[in-house]
């Protein structure tokens, strides 16, 4: 099958579209479901494999890509969820079901949790395998989601909502800081917190994503490379400060982070793509009483309702653009010089 697969790791001159061997169809397991890629999604998951992820080895060529949607190919014996043509998106994170985690029903603390793409054959190829659990049926929208649309749900819906709402559990009312809007988390985080009832601080250092954001519900935008986001969201806030910080920035925003939060506030965090080893004051911290919250992904429950919300016509993608399966490595430095405001996608198949 054709796949664009990464040759060792070190960056973008690794990627190629390559033929390697596909996954069996009459050798899957019973509830394994062997679905037909038609999209897929890029996330910035994918730009830390390609540089290498310190403890994480591949077998190589490793297929890249975490999110996708397809049809339905073939399913194992006793797979009840789906069957062959079904159209379906993919969450790509990978439970074993079975330990205290998981039957805590905390599918994102499993002991072997892994990721498409990162620890596993990824969903940039014309076929993957996943378990049952991991697919879900793609609802009927009007107008019916796109195959880009169905394939950049699932992993920035999924990590958004745990964070906003069963970590954060922003209220009605509430002040929320997000930065970076640009980027796939920040921006579905956006439009869940509008969903609680928040009022919604953004940032970007490009002020035509921050006209867009405003354009989808944001209430205060704030360019954080021509100001000091801190300071404007304290002179915003009659100097309160916001309730929830919505972070994945890390090195570059974390204290900021925390000097715009409010008495008794709480960070979330569920990234650190400008550096995992950040400052924290221990006296801000618990002199303000302060809450930070690590979060990754989601369980099964929470990507059940992100799918029925998805059905009630909420929480549609924002997709930035769609790139033919040749150039996906266009798609990828498109998302390196963070340039988009969505997601980048991928065609796979026709
Ligand atoms: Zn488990």
């Known amino acids: ?16 579209i390559a033929d390697v061997p596909g996954p069996a169809a009459d050798r899957l397991g019973p509830r394994e479901v062997l679905v037909g890629i038609r999209a897929a ?11 290498g992820v310190p403890g994480v080895s591949h077998e190589f060529p490793h297929i890249l890509g975490a999110d996708g949607a397809g049809v339905v190919a073939a399913v194992g014996a006793e797979v009840r969820r789906v069957q062959p043509g079904n159209r379906v998106m993919i969450n790509p994170g990978i439970s074993d079901y079975s330990c205290e985690y998981c039957r805590a029903g905390e599918h994102s603390l499993c002991v072997t949790y892994r990721l498409l793409g990162e620890h596993l054959p990824g969903t940039m190829a014309e076929y993957v395998v996943v378990p049952e659990q991991n697919v879900a049926p793609i609802p009927s929208l009007d107008p019916p989601l796109s195959w880009g649309e169905a394939a950049a749900f699932s992993l920035v819906t999924l990590t958004a909502w745990r964070m ?12 929320v800081l997000i930065w970076g809007i640009g980027g796939g988390v920040s921006l579905t985080a956006l439009g869940i917190a509008k969903l609680r009832g ?3 601080f953004v940032t970007s250092s490009s002020d035509a994503k921050l ?25 915003l806030t009659n100097k309160r400060g916001v309730d929830v910080v919505v972070e994945n920035v890390g090195e570059a925003t974390w ?14 965090t569920c990234g650190a793509t400008t550096g995992p080893r950040v400052v924290t004051d221990v006296r801000r911290l618990f002199w303000n009483q302060y809450t930070i919250m690590g979060s990754t992904m989601g369980n ?4 059940e309702e992100i799918v029925r919300q998805l059905g009630a016509g909420k929480l549609r993608p924002v997709v930035d653009r769609v790139y033919p399966f040749d150039e996906a490595r266009a798609a990828f430095e498109r998302l390196e010089k963070a340039e ?4 980048v996608v991928v065609t796979v198949s026709e």
């Open 198 to 200: 928040a009022r919604v």
């Open 340 to 343: 988009q405001l969505g997601k």
């Open 300 to 303: 099964a429950a929470e990507y």
């Open 164 to 175: 906003v709402v069963t970590r954060a559990q922003v209220r009605p009312g509430e002040t």
């Open 1 to 16: 099958m054709r796949a664009c697969v990464l040759r060792s790791t070190g960056g973008f001159d690794q990627i190629t």
């Open 255 to 268: 204290e900021d982070s925390l000097r715009a939060l409010a008495k008794g506030g709480r960070l979330v």
């Open 211 to 235: 006209a867009h954001a405003r354009e989808l519900g944001a209430d205060v935008t704030l360019n954080h490379r021509t100001q000091e986001v801190w300071k404007e969201v304290r002179a």
């Open 41 to 51: 999604a890029l996330n910035h998951l994918d730009l830390f494999v390609i540089r």
